[in-house]
């Protein structure tokens, strides 16, 4: 089944400790993202990435990174968490920049206390 | 820069015809996406348009029109699982990045 698969569903941690959301997607696309979606403020593009070793920044990148050492592969890190970190995130993967969109990931409810 | 207008809610009857308006401004124009979200759930993709005109696809249908930065979904015969959030979104670039609305939330009623 085409996919993209983040872990963990759900995460609560503590303020600075790092972590690693990790996402995969089985559909060979060129194109991955992070997005974070926050009540009033909607989805906001963290990083995405063209292809892999090719990264961007999106409009929310601070105190994030990002790395695409294989296609399949596009986790998200949080060096030192903050309470401003919490937030739903989406991971998404795309065969084109548009034209077909992204498809998105299940989700990852992250809470910083 | 980019930015997107939608409206934040609407109430529609089961059964009726709703209409999502999303108005928005870009430097370059590569198509625009509607998408749907369930509550606490992936938006999942509903339209693509990058030419003028209304596209239909089943009840759902998406309008363009390029020279007024103005687009709608329509959503026809609604049922109470219409109910969730509507995402309007535009490419800022053909480089992945997609900027996304805050989102219409439709609320259908019996």
């Known amino acids: 089944e085409a996919q993209v698969t983040q872990n963990p569903r759900y995460l609560i941690t503590v303020t600075g400790k790092k972590l690693t959301v990790t996402c995969s997607q089985n559909m060979n696309h060129e194109y991955m993202s992070w997005y974070r979606q926050d009540p009033g403020l909607g989805l906001r593009q963290i990083y995405y990435?063209?292809?892999?070793?090719?990264?961007d920044k999106g409009d929310v990148p601070e105190g994030y990174k990002v790395s695409r050492k294989e296609k399949r592969n596009f986790p998200l890190i949080l060096e030192s968490p903050s309470p401003n970190q919490t937030s739903l995130y989406f991971c998404a993967s795309s065969d084109s920049g548009g034209g077909y969109g992204y498809t998105f990931g299940s989700g990852t409810r992250l809470t910083v206390v | 820069g980019q930015n997107i207008d939608q409206p934040t809610e609407m109430t529609a009857t089961e059964g009726a015809i709703v209409q999502i308006n999303c108005t928005y401004q870009?430097?370059?124009?590569?198509?625009l996406f509607w998408y749907q979200q369930h509550a606490g759930e992936a938006p999942t993709f509903l339209s693509y348009n990058v030419l003028d005109g209304l596209e239909e696809k089943g009840r759902f249908s998406s309008f363009l029109s390029r020279s007024k930065g103005y687009s709608y979904l329509l959503l026809k015969e609604l049922q109470m699982k219409d109910s969730a959030s509507y995402l309007c979104a535009v490419p800022y670039n053909q480089g992945g990045k997609l900027i996304f609305g805050q989102g219409t939330e439709l609320s259908v009623k019996p």
């Open positions: 870009t430097s370059g124009f590569n198509g």
């Open positions: 990435s063209m292809n892999v070793e090719v990264t």
